[in-house]
């Protein structure tokens, strides 16, 4: 293959750095028991090599996906926010910012059940069932007409599916394309007659505002901007705020930090938390519910709130514990917490947040 | 929070202040120069009198507080959520080729998880002889070598394909950087499998949720590609892989798995999500390149640059940058003031490595007229740096991924600098 061409100058280089000869094996690690490969292997291939038993369809994946995808990707696989669009974008990959989907652009199916089922959903991955995957995979094939809402999915079934964009790659040829008109003597002098400027940064102005701002270095260059009584560091707003939390058990703290991981996919909280894909939780416990400024809440959550219903520990674990089933319609597709002491440390964590 | 960060104006109402905020910089120091004698000369300072602070005062150091603002940042707008999201090493602010862990860019699909040594597993399976699983304390033992190299992600400059964008190298190409890897060939560890000799693929896959894998031609994985668990040689960071990673020396980012747990030996590509969906490059009658792995010779201009303006005013000035290629040693760079009439060959600070980054200067004097400054650089296969103009010809302006044109910054009398582009 040319992109393993050896070249003089590397080869020199590679001869010079010592690297190990090892005439024969070490006889280090053990032998992985087939348990073992069955649990990490769950690799899938476009010829269908390494799908498992089981079925699903788009009728039983539609609820699956509404549940478990609908609020990162919306209902009909439209995406909310940033977040990826799934369906749809057809015929518009040789046209300015093209939309590429499952449908528009990816080549194979099995792509798409090898993703769903290692890394979906966003921060609770591996928690479908094989059935589950292949329904929601029918569903989102479906919502991109490649298959009927009654076909089947199955390891028998799934490599039949044609994916629109199957012949539309082709492998890297910059080698046979491009390097034979970017390997040549560079011009030195006299290379153009004129040079313009045709395109501006500032016009599109999308550069963040802390950015290494001369302006930081300028106020540091003036003697008065530090004087040297200035404590060495002073402490972050996140530990200054430590006194408040301190009475909580710490142990309970750090828990609930971690059960807040399986959260912080769609909610932020800390300094500068913003409203994400669900709102920011400064301040949640004892607020009333649905109150954050600028995010929009489900219907449900709207009214519940009309109603008064305040976020004590109370509601807020009951909420947890099965929030569609306390709250029928929210758009929190999270299935909750199983636990008590989860409930009780993520609670005891989000109250060390003030408003 | 610190003063430094009290003291900060936004950079808009700096630049705003334009002209007249640049001036006075340069004046006072001009002032105390040639004026009054320097009180930080002759009047003793709290320093030259006082303690400083002890040993073990901060066990693991961490930079001066002066150097606050050198820092990974990211672009907000260009992800859904932080923790699926990307940020840019600053490499307008360091220098050498060495990028320090701590300011050296992110990359996570999952968030960066922690996993211990103890908790550490790496399983080899497939088309071997016989499957292994090795914990850390095995890779130990194993020979290991030392190697600098860097790592680019493929949507480095991926924001510029259609225009000026971001302002500052940070923004435009710090999504790089150079580290010295410690870690065992990965060839050691497959020939202590028994690869078969139907295999003729690796699939490499991570521990995190998004289970990052990739498809590798075993031809790359047996040549030199690493599984190391040092870098600049302390044990890697969390948001860098710990315990171990990947290295695959000159090659998109994205293949070089971190937390990596498993290497499977298979006989064609997996094609995997990060192989079709993504780090894939459209061109404009819309196919798209798939396996586009090597990132080809590349250079720019960390200094002058948008963030890092001339402060100095007229006379000697350092143009310093980073130059590298997927596919040898940098030979030679060229940097050129207006736009690319005429261009000189910059000084190498150390003859080209490797698959490493090269720094590069020229040592130049400023008579303070505008600028359009660009840096080209040259490998050892004799690959040019193309234009932005030359790379669009043949890919159009969609391929998001692997876009190595020229940078041009546009430097004004005032000494401040903007992305632009040329014809």
């Known amino acids: 293959m040319s992109k393993f061409r050896k070249f003089a100058a590397p080869a020199l280089a590679a001869a010079l750095l010592a690297s190990p000869a090892l005439a024969e094996k070490l006889g280090l690690g053990r032998a992985a028991l087939p348990e073992e490969v069955a649990a990490w292997d769950h690799d899938v291939r476009p010829d269908g090599l390494g799908l498992p038993e089981g079925s699903g369809d788009a009728l039983t994946g539609e609820e699956l996906f509404s549940e478990n995808c609908a609020v990162c990707h919306g209902e009909f696989g439209e995406g909310v926010g940033r977040w990826p669009v ?174 807040f991981k399986k959260c912080a996919a769609c909610h932020k909280v800390g300094d500068g938390a913003k409203n994400a894909t669900g709102p920011m939780l400064n301040g949640i416990v004892g607020r009333a519910a649905g109150s954050v400024e600028g995010f929009k809440y489900s219907n449900p959550m709207t009214g519940a709130a009309d109603a008064g219903l305040i976020w004590t520990p109370e509601t807020m674990a009951e909420f947890l514990a099965n929030p569609k089933g306390y709250m029928k319609g929210t758009k929190m597709s999270f299935a909750g917490l199983k636990k008590q002491e989860e409930i009780d440390a993520v609670i005891a964590y989000l109250g060390t947040f003030g408003g | 929070m610190s003063e430094t960060e009290e003291k900060t104006t936004s950079r808009r109402a700096f630049l705003g202040a334009g002209l007249a905020a640049g001036g006075a910089v ?61 940020n840019f090493t600053p490499i307008h602010a360091l220098d050498g080729t060495i990028t320090p862990q701590g300011c050296a860019f992110e990359r996570h699909h999952s968030g960066a998880i922690e996993v211990s040594k103890d908790d550490y597993r790496l399983m080899i399976n497939g088309l071997v002889d016989q499957p292994l699983i090795f914990t850390y304390a095995d890779l130990e033992r194993f020979p290991r070598v030392t190697r600098t190299y860097f790592l680019e992600c493929a949507a480095n400059t991926g924001m510029e394909w259609a225009g000026s964008q971001l302002n500052g190298s940070q923004f435009t190409h710090g999504m790089i950087h150079n580290m010295e890897y410690t870690g065992v060939p990965l060839r050691t560890l497959l020939e202590e499998a028994g690869v078969k000799p139907e295999g003729k693929w690796i699939y490499v896959e991570g521990a995190d949720a998004s289970s990052n894998g990739r498809s590798i031609p075993l031809e790359k994985a047996m040549d030199d590609c690493l599984v190391a668990f040092k870098a600049n040689g302390e044990a890697l960071r969390m948001e860098h892989g710990y315990p171990v990673r ?53 250079s720019v201009i960390t200094a002058p640059s948008p963030q890092m303006p001339i402060t100095h005013g007229t006379g000697p000035l350092v143009i310093t940058g980073l130059a590298w290629s997927g596919r040898g040693p940098i030979t030679r760079v060229d940097v050129t003031v207006d736009g690319g009439k005429t261009w000189r060959e910059a000084r190498l600070a150390a003859p080209g490595q490797d698959k490493a980054l090269t720094r590069f200067y020229l040592d130049h004097v400023w008579d303070g007229s505008e600028m359009l400054l660009q840096s080209r650089a040259m490998d050892a296969t004799g690959y040019v740096q193309p234009t932005k103009d030359e790379l669009r010809a043949f890919r159009g302006v969609n391929s998001i991924y692997h876009n190595n044109c020229i940078q041009t910054w546009w430097v004004r009398t005032s000494g401040e600098a903007e992305n632009v582009e040329v014809s």
């Not at chain 1, 966003?122 to 009654?150: H, K, P, R």
């Not at chain 2, 079709?276 to 586009?292: A, H, I, N, P």
Request: hydrophobic letters at 40%.
């Open chain 1, 86 to 259: 799934l369906a749809g974008g057809f015929n518009t990959l040789n046209r300015a910012d093209p939309v590429k989907t499952v449908g528009s652009y990816w080549p194979y199916a099995s792509t798409v059940w090898d993703y769903v089922h290692r890394s979906m959903p966003f921060g609770n991955a591996q928690t479908l069932s094989n059935d589950e995957v292949y329904a929601i995979v029918a569903y989102i094939l479906y919502s991109n007409d490649l298959i009927e809402d009654d076909f089947v999915l199955s390891k028998d079934t799934l490599a039949e599916v044609q994916m629109t964009n199957a012949d539309g790659f082709i492998e890297d040829d910059r080698d046979t394309l491009e390097l034979p008109a970017f390997i040549r003597e560079p011009c030195m002098e006299n290379c153009k007659e004129s040079v313009e400027i045709t395109a501006h940064a500032t016009v599109l102005d999308v550069t963040p505002e802390d950015s290494g701002d001369p302006a930081t270095e300028v106020a540091q260059a003036e003697p008065e901007a530090a004087p040297a009584e200035a404590p060495v560091a002073e402490a972050p707003a996140a530990e200054a705020a430590e006194p408040e939390t301190a009475a909580a058990d710490p142990a309970m703290l750090e828990a609930g930090a971690k059960v």
């Open chain 2, 26 to 86: 340069a004046t006072a120091g001009l002032a105390r120069a040639q004026g009054a004698p320097d009180p930080l000369i002759t009047e003793v300072q709290p320093w030259a009198r006082e303690l400083g602070a002890g040993v073990d005062a901060t066990p693991y150091g961490l930079p001066i507080r002066f150097e606050a603002d050198v820092v990974r940042r990211n672009v907000s707008w260009l992800t859904a959520d932080p923790i699926s999201s990307i």
């Open chain 2, 246 to 298: 990947l290295v695959v020396p000159g090659w998109e980012g994205n293949m070089w798995v971190k937390w990596l747990r498993r290497v499977e030996i298979g006989d064609q590509p997996w094609e995997s999500r990060e192989e079709t969906s993504k780090y894939t490059d459209t061109l404009e009658d819309g196919t798209s390149r798939k396996f586009t792995w090597v990132m080809d010779a590349k």
